[in-house]
């Protein structure tokens, strides 16, 4: 069985073998290759935490009765107060089918354009600036353009650990043909450790970066004269904008030298790939951002041929999907315009819809706004957890909290599920069909090779469902999803005779056959525009004249800018990844990274707690002290959440500040502040059952095999020992206070001791003490919950061992499993030299290769350190 992955916008494909999940050889985008989190993904497939029922009001419903709820309610507040009353809230996730029959039934039959997705918050500004300068929302290459590149550039984009398969093709062609890689990132990321050249701009300088490099193509007389005379328009006041207002390095936060060995590359380099990701996207000037990279290679003519081209890397497995059937709500739908009144005749025409949608709807934070301040009554949220996952969250879950109807469709309980009047199960990857489209354009399917558990269902079959009952029985007739895909086909060619680029037509007459053995394709071409052939009115594409960011000046409540993003094993808010304990071993918890100066300033040693402060909320989170920081720049994952964390969501950090264009959030910037929290005691607990310790101290949870989980757990205030310290650590661990337990306390030594037991089990395990040292080691838990009955010397339950192992590190490579204490004890032993050397001796590095930036910072450590080192003893 043939499908693709549930990650990223790669769209890579895996093959399935008797529970064995491996690369698909034979799919264009990976060719066998996949990441880590590609090749765990057979661990995810657990269904001991699913929602298996829908439920309404908290209780058990049959599906009949569920949907017959959707609908009346949906039905009644629509009729009282209008369709913008209600609104859905979708996601990457989503497969094309799932995407398309919902944004039908709000667009076509609703009335609304209230239909919104998480890509918003991931490539909206990418979308804005396609369609600015092509008039239509077009990648132009593809991935084989990495292949035939002689200079990558990769701004604001990890790519090493958010697309490593892509990554690994960038590091190939460097190794075939010399290929140069240029990363512009204010972090010293891991792919800036792999990098010829970084160029660490301050934060949101990308844009006058390419400002400048625009006037440096000019003055050396690079422009492709005869390209942008033949093809577009607008140039000459992109210049003009571009000489007013393009910083100089000083300003960009870079060398001189550096600048211009930068602008040398590409002025040079015919055959360059500007490759760029979340951030160029998720900024106040996002779209500008884009425009601004699209411009020099509109201007240099590098753009739709082999090796050449702007390049947006999406985030999600078929946000590229998700586009093309109009789920954003500033979209209508195959590409079609809402300010184009014979777009709008063409779409209603062909759904035979009652009330099409003639304006674009509210974006992500506006609608959940709208739904704080009532206006949007109902709310459909499909595949997403926007209530730890959205800027400001805080105020998405109030808004939440208050709105009359919240309706929740999703695999796994979450944040989003605990405020839902009704939960509805979802059929997950693995076990729902259909197709998705990746960066490059490839459109491929996405297969099930399982049973659904229990009453699970795909969000297709529900927005069907719901339509039916609403009335629109005919027009929402899908038995499968082939049907969907046909229809979906068919609307992209509909009275479209060249004038939009998305057509897939040639596959709506496809059989139910045909559509079960599709391959991957890539629509219209490889390769646009390299001969013009704009989808604007005038065929040309347009110039768009850019201003460099104007940024907030730091002011002295909040010192520090907050970037946040994301880590290489984990996935969005860790509903599947957060419950693979393979994928937590490089980065068992949460925390933020500061540069050494600021550190020193703050008096701050790696692992202390420190209250992390903005505008708009707080976390408490350890310290990791790094030099890929910027002095006065600190950098938070985003990925932790209530269930892991409680005092870890970074994403209540974020403000709703957003691009005026694209509406997607600026997650990359916010001023912060910081506070050295004391802590008065560390903890572990370890327990059988999940559970979601909070209050007034930090607790990160890691899954352990066999179901289990482990809290790593800290305090800010002193404990009170006494009866309500035992009855507290009992609710900790999820027991009743009538539990089995057996505890020592010591108040003197300011140690607790508790065990919790069921049939002489051992369920849960509860250990404080004032030093991390005096607490049992991870062995020593391992060991107690071995124990298969503690009939007898149960006081050993107390006793664990606080000997910790020999500390190994973080596991660095998480393929092979090795550390990162073996990795320097290898470099200095073997005196390794090189990333390769690394790998032929633990190889480590050389499956997905996502952790070789980590391997060249450890490597350039030890051989600073060496170097250093042998400086003084001469």
């Not at 944004?103 to 919104?116: V, Y």
């Not at 990359?668 to 607990?685: D, I, Q, T, Y």
């Not at 973080?810 to 090189?834: F, K, N």
């Amino acid at each position: 069985m043939k499908t693709t992955c549930p990650y990223c916008g790669v769209g890579c494909g895996v093959a399935v073998n008797s529970g064995s999940i491996t690369g698909d050889i034979s799919h264009p985008a990976n060719l066998g290759r996949l990441c880590i989190k590609g090749s765990t993904l057979a661990a995810t497939l657990d269904d001991s935490n699913r929602l298996l029922v829908p439920t309404v009001g908290g209780k058990q419903v049959t599906w009949d009765q569920a949907l017959d709820e959707i609908a009346k309610k949906f039905s009644a507040i629509i009729a009282e107060y209008g369709p913008d009353a209600v609104a859905f809230y979708g996601s990457g996730q989503f497969l094309t089918e799932d995407y398309y029959v919902a944004n039908k039934l709000m667009k076509g039959f609703i009335g609304s354009a209230n239909i919104d997705t998480n890509s918003r918050l991931c490539m909206a500004s990418t979308v804005a600036g396609h369609v600015r300068a092509f008039g239509e929302d077009i990648v132009p290459g593809c991935y084989d353009d990495i292949d035939e590149a002689d200079l990558l550039v990769f701004v604001g984009s990890n790519t090493a650990w958010c697309h490593p398969v892509l990554f690994e093709r960038a590091l190939a062609a460097r190794a075939a043909r010399g290929t140069k890689i240029i990363v512009v990132d204010p972090r010293r990321t891991a792919t800036a450790a792999l990098a010829d050249l970084h160029l660490a701009v301050r934060p949101d300088a990308d844009a006058g970066l390419f400002l400048r490099l625009l006037t440096a193509l000019d003055e050396r007389g690079h422009i492709d004269q005869t390209y942008v005379a033949s093809y577009t328009q607008g140039l000459s006041g992109a210049l003009r904008a571009a000489r007013a207002g393009a910083p100089r390095a000083a300003a960009l936060g870079i060398s001189d030298a550096d600048l211009g060995v930068f602008i040398n590359l590409f002025c040079n380099t015919p055959r360059t790939v500007t490759l760029f990701s979340q951030g160029v996207n998720q900024s106040i000037g996002g779209t500008d951002k884009v425009n601004a990279i699209i411009n020099v290679h509109l201007a240099s003519g590098r753009i739709g041929k082999p090796g050449m081209g702007p390049f947006s890397l999406t985030g999600q497995p078929n946000a590229m999907g998700g586009r093309e059937v109009g789920g954003l709500a500033n979209q209508l739908a195959a590409h079609l315009q809402f300010d184009d009144p014979t777009d709008r005749a063409l779409l209603k025409s062909f759904w035979s819809a009652k009330v099409l949608a003639e304006k674009p709807g509210l974006k992500a934070v506006e609608l959940f706004d709208a739904v704080l301040a009532g206006r949007i009554k109902a709310i459909w949220i499909a595949a997403t957890n926007p209530a730890e996952s959205l800027p400001s969250s805080t105020r998405v879950r109030a808004a939440l909290e208050a709105c009359p109807l919240v309706v929740v469709a999703d695999c796994w309980p979450t944040e989003t599920t605990r405020l839902a009047n009704v939960v509805l199960p979802a059929a997950g990857w693995s076990e729902k069909d259909g197709t998705v489209t990746n960066s490059e354009r490839c459109v491929s399917r996405q297969r099930a090779f399982r049973a659904a558990p229990a009453e699970a269902r795909p969000d297709w079959w529900m927005f069907t469902q719901v339509a039916r009952r609403m009335g629109f029985a005919p027009q929402f007739a899908y038995t499968k999803p082939a049907d969907i895909f046909r229809e979906h086909a068919r609307l992209s060619g509909h009275g479209n005779n060249g004038a939009r680029l998305f057509n897939i037509a040639p596959y709506q007459n496809l059989s139910d056959d045909e559509y079960e053995a599709l391959k991957p394709f890539t629509w219209g071409a490889p390769r646009f525009f390299a001969e013009g052939k704009f989808p604007t009115p005038s065929g040309r594409a347009n110039f768009v004249a850019i201003t460099a960011i104007a940024t907030k000046k730091r002011d002295a409540s909040f010192p520090f800018i907050l970037n946040t993003g994301r880590l290489r094993d984990q996935w969005h808010t860790m509903t599947r990844t957060g419950f693979v304990p393979t994928l937590m071993e490089s980065s068992a918890e949460p925390s933020f990274s500061i540069a050494e100066a600021d550190a020193g300033t703050y008096a701050l040693d790696p692992g202390d707690l420190v209250r992390i402060t903005t505008r708009h909320g707080s976390a408490v989170l350890p310290v990791v002290i790094s030099n890929a920081q910027r002095g006065g720049e600190i950098f938070a994952a985003m990925h932790w959440t209530q269930t892991h964390n409680a005092t870890g969501n970074v994403n209540q950090l974020v403000g709703p500040a957003r691009d005026p264009h694209s509406g997607q959030p600026a997650s990359k910037f916010e001023h912060a502040a910081m506070e050295r929290l004391p802590v008065f005691w560390h903890g572990v607990l370890q327990t059988r059952k999940l559970t979601r310790p909070s209050g007034q101290f930090y607790a990160s949870r890691v899954p352990l095999a066999g179901g289990m989980h482990r809290f790593t757990m800290a305090g800010w205030k002193p404990l009170v020992f006494g009866n309500e310290l035992s009855d507290w650590a009992t609710r900790l661990c999820g027991a009743d206070a009538d539990a089995e337990r057996i505890e020592l306390l010591d108040a003197g030594r300011g140690t607790y001791r508790l065990g919790i037991l069921q049939d002489n089990r051992l369920l849960a395990c509860c250990f404080m003490a004032p030093q991390k040292h005096l607490l049992p080691c991870h062995q020593a838990l391992a060991e107690l919950f071995g124990v298969p009955h503690w009939q007898a010397n149960r006081i050993g339950i107390l006793m664990a061992s606080a000997t910790p192992a020999v500390a190994s590190g973080p596991v660095i490579c998480v393929c092979h499993r090795v550390s990162e204490a073996a990795i320097r004890t290898a470099i200095r032993e073997y005196h390794l030299e090189d990333i390769a050397g690394i790998g032929s001796v633990l190889k480590a590095g050389t499956n997905c290769g996502s952790c070789k930036g980590e391997l060249a910072e450890i490597l350039h450590s030890e051989i600073s350190q060496s170097v250093a080192s042998q400086e003084l003893v001469t």
